[in-house]
């Protein structure tokens, strides 16, 4: 089980300001690091890796699908390139480009989509990715991954410089709540068990892990034992541990800030299928466009709150 902080208080570290020194760090070290961007190096927090690094840093412009193509030309020839662009750019429009270019090819190409889901904010609906898991979940042989704070992001970061294969790290721009302690290292495929718990599992990602810890704390003084589980690759899904969730608890709350349709919850209950079904509540998206709000406003809006996990818990347990 991992430690996790007492508080899970916002981080002083941006989510991009992780990424960008992890990267930074590597290309010191002599790892054959490119970095890519779509016309957003301010906003992807990498003007200090362009500076430092001019001759490993490719500036795109507003032309998403060339950016994969010049990244999977970049694996060719034995580089290691991390491509950058919003969730909603780097999903829906390069879909067809990371299926043929990346996957079909065999490549070693990471793509990077910042600002998934509320997290977009007064960039608005057009911005605001809540399916960009669900429509790249389907490309054969690509890991989906959704880091939960920078020191998630810097471990995960520094395990992809050594894998190979096409990979989606959805990452949040900004300052998200602190969940785990300086020095924590983790498996990609392998969820995060955070809390133990023989009532009900939650099987939370992103910014919805500080939520579901919560959610276990307010219940925990009601008695109610709530298992919290981290599942931070969405694809391949841990089914391992869902199953041992599922085993042991009888009940799943899945919770992501993503559409429900085709994202974690949906990864989740296919998985449970397999193994043996218990009831399953989903607390996320349902089915509905972004539109611009402060996160906190967008979190009640679509139903992210802890309040909205505790009530799927209570729902969960009643169906038992």
Request: glycine share 10%.
């Amino acid at each position: 089980m991992y430690t996790t902080l007492d508080v899970c208080e916002t981080s002083s570290v941006m989510m991009r300001q992780a990424y960008c020194e992890t990267l930074c760090a590597l290309a010191r070290e002599g790892r054959d690091v490119v970095a890519l961007d779509a016309d957003l190096i301010s906003s992807s927090g990498m003007r200090p890796f362009f500076k430092e690094f001019p001759d490993r840093a490719v500036q795109c412009g507003v032309a998403e699908a060339n950016m994969i193509g010049i990244a999977a030309g970049l694996s060719a020839v034995g580089k290691i390139p991390f491509a950058h662009s919003f969730g909603c750019f780097a999903s829906r429009r390069v879909c067809d480009q990371i299926m043929i270019s990346a996957a079909y090819a065999c490549l070693n190409v990471r793509i990077v989509g910042s600002d998934p889901g509320i997290t977009a904010t007064y960039n608005g609906g057009t911005h605001m990715p809540f399916e960009d898991m669900g429509v790249l979940r389907s490309i054969p042989g690509i890991t989906l991954i959704e880091p939960t704070d920078p020191v998630m992001t810097r471990d995960v970061v520094r395990k992809l410089a050594s894998a190979y294969g096409v990979y989606y790290i959805r990452l949040a721009r900004k300052n998200v709540k602190a969940v785990y302690a300086d020095g924590s290292t983790f498996e990609i495929g392998r969820g995060a068990l955070l809390r133990p718990g023989r009532d009900v599992a939650v099987i939370a990602s992103g910014i919805m892990v500080s939520e579901a810890l919560k959610a276990a704390d307010i219940l925990s003084a009601e008695g109610v034992g709530v298992r919290v589980v981290d599942m931070f690759t969405w694809k391949p899904v841990d089914g391992e541990l869902i199953a041992e969730c599922a085993a042991e608890t009888g009940a799943i709350v899945t919770a992501e800030n993503h559409n429900i349709y085709g994202g974690l919850g949906s990864a989740v209950a296919e998985a449970l299928v397999k193994s043996g079904p218990v009831p399953v509540e989903m607390v996320g998206v349902r089915d509905r466009f972004g539109q611009v709000g402060t996160e906190d406003y967008l979190r009640e809006e679509y139903g992210l709150t802890a309040r909205d996990i505790i009530g799927a818990i209570r729902r969960a347990i009643a169906r038992k």
